[in-house]
Nanobody
Framework: QVRLVESGGGLVQAGGSLRLSCAAS????????MGWFRQAPGKERELVAAISRSGISWSGSNTKYADSVKGRFTISRDNAKNTVYLQMNSLKPEDTAAYYC????????????????????WGQGTQVTVAS
């Protein structure tokens, strides 16, 4: 089990940017596939972006994005810092939500996981509010 702590949320004007961070502890971070999800009031939790684990001989990562954030958000990971990031640009009011980081121990290097119930470990969330 890995412990996840998100940070970087806040209030931003439409068109602005934020970078969310998720620090992991208690596990071998490079073995975990990671995801960012969000949940707005009255709505179900939805995938924002996902990234595969890393491999010994493969330094790259596969990524997947929700259609609504493609071209605006970027997920990345720094295994040396045990951290996954979500860079959010050109923010819109509809991006307003609580954002959650999730982790899944993965034996299959290239796989990204798209469903909330694919993930075993979750952070407490960080609020992002985009004002129009």
């Amino acid at each position: 089990q890995v412990r996840l702590v998100e940070s970087g949320g806040g209030l931003v004007q439409a068109g602005g940017s934020l970078r969310l961070s998720c620090a992991a502890s208690g596990g071998t971070f490079s073995r975990y596939a990671m995801g960012w999800f969000r949940q707005a009031p009255g709505k179900e939790r939805e995938l924002v972006a996902a990234i595969s684990r890393s491999g010994i001989s493969w330094s790259g990562s596969n990524t997947k994005y929700a259609d609504s954030v493609k071209g605006r958000f970027t997920i990345s990971r720094d295994n040396a810092k045990n951290t996954v990031y979500l860079q959010m640009n050109s923010l819109k009011p509809e991006d307003t939500a609580a954002y959650y980081c999730a982790a899944r121990l993965s034996d299959t290097i290239p796989n990204v996981y798209l469903r909330a119930n694919d993930y075993a470990d979750w952070g407490q969330g960080t609020q992002v509010t985009v004002a129009s």
